[in-house]
């Protein structure tokens, strides 16, 4: 059976599809699950036109490639099933690689310029009410079954909500990084650096699980492990946020990135200024940001339709 890593490429191009790869991890520093999927993607859309082809494609048969060619391999991934997010996400990595080659000197093709993606339904970030996320991060020890463990959860969501961290980036952090002082340095999505203001509370949360955690950490240890004394996998921290929904019965949005969705939307609903919450977050453009106010807006909405006595009808 073929190594499934490997694509279904004529050597000259699957070299350069290797480069493309490790350009995505090293030079992009994209994650490895992003690298991952496009890489998965591209090398169906290479086994694609070995059908359709009739054979391996070289850089011959990449630069020859007509919008025609392409459109039949998106219709064929369509056929597949692919819902339009995979769909789109698919293009992207393809789009990608022969940008990769371009940019390299290897080949151009004009034509996958012309390939247009399915319309993706414009989504809203979908945070809990302030009362619900404190109930959250305050209740997420009790369903923890030793002491310490409860304690790690209260700390890990404290950072979520109290300094809008991703999951990825809480659970990236070493031991070394606490105590905390006022700000905490976070290497973001890219390897962007950013500061992330530590309430007080927060940091005492985290010091309190410190000094429970049955495991000496020295300082390049992880911050936050679990029960075999290792580095704290994100499925455990879904898997309670899962338990959570239940006992507090909170929405099927309730996951653990919605706290970060809750930290951006309670700041704006409390004045901050959109520039100042791209910083804190770590977002390269503003336009993601910006989709906080959508939510905002739409809450507004919601109680003057609920308020206003013209309104009611």
């Known amino acids: 059976m073929p190594d499934p890593a490997i694509p279904p490429l004529a050597d000259d191009a699957a070299q350069h599809y290797a480069g493309w790869l490790a350009h995505l991890a090293h ?10 999927a496009y890489g998965r993607d591209v090398r169906d859309f290479f086994g694609f036109l070995q059908a359709h082809l009739g054979g391996q494609a070289g850089l011959a048969e990449l630069q020859a490639l007509q919008i025609s060619d392409f459109r039949a391999w998106l219709a064929h991934r ?5 819902t339009s997010a995979s769909l789109a996400r698919a293009i992207s990595g393809l789009r990608n690689f022969f940008r990769f080659l371009q940019k390299t000197g290897v080949l151009e093709n004009p034509a996958i310029g012309g390939l247009r993606g399915p319309k993706i339904p414009h989504g809203v970030p979908k945070p809990l009410s302030a009362p619900q996320a404190l109930r959250t991060v305050a209740d997420a020890g009790d369903l923890a079954g030793e002491p310490w463990i409860g304690l790690r959860d209260v700390a890990v969501l404290s950072l979520l909500y109290g300094c809008g961290l991703r999951v990825s980036e809480a659970l990236g952090l070493n031991r070394s990084a606490a105590p905390f002082g006022d700000t905490l340095r976070i290497l973001g999505k890219g390897g962007k650096e950013r500061l992330a203001p530590v309430l007080p509370i927060v940091a005492e949360a985290v010091q309190a699980y410190l000094a429970h955690c049955p495991y000496k950490l020295s300082p390049s240890d992880p911050l936050f492990v679990g029960a075999r004394g290792k580095r704290l996998s994100p499925r455990i921290v879904q898997l309670g946020m899962q338990r959570l929904r239940g006992a507090l019965d909170l929405p099927d949005s309730a996951t653990p990135h919605a706290l970060r969705h809750s930290f951006a939307t309670h700041l704006l609903s409390a004045g901050g200024d959109l520039r100042t919450i791209q910083e804190l977050l770590g977002h390269a453009s ?7 106010t959508e939510v905002d807006t739409a809450r507004l909405l919601d109680v003057y339709g609920a308020a206003h006595p013209r309104a009611r009808g």
């Open 286 to 292: 503003l336009t993601s940001t910006q989709r906080y």
């Open 27 to 36: 030079a992009r520093r994209l994650s490895a699950h992003t690298v991952a």
């Open 78 to 82: 369509r056929g597949d099933g692919l």
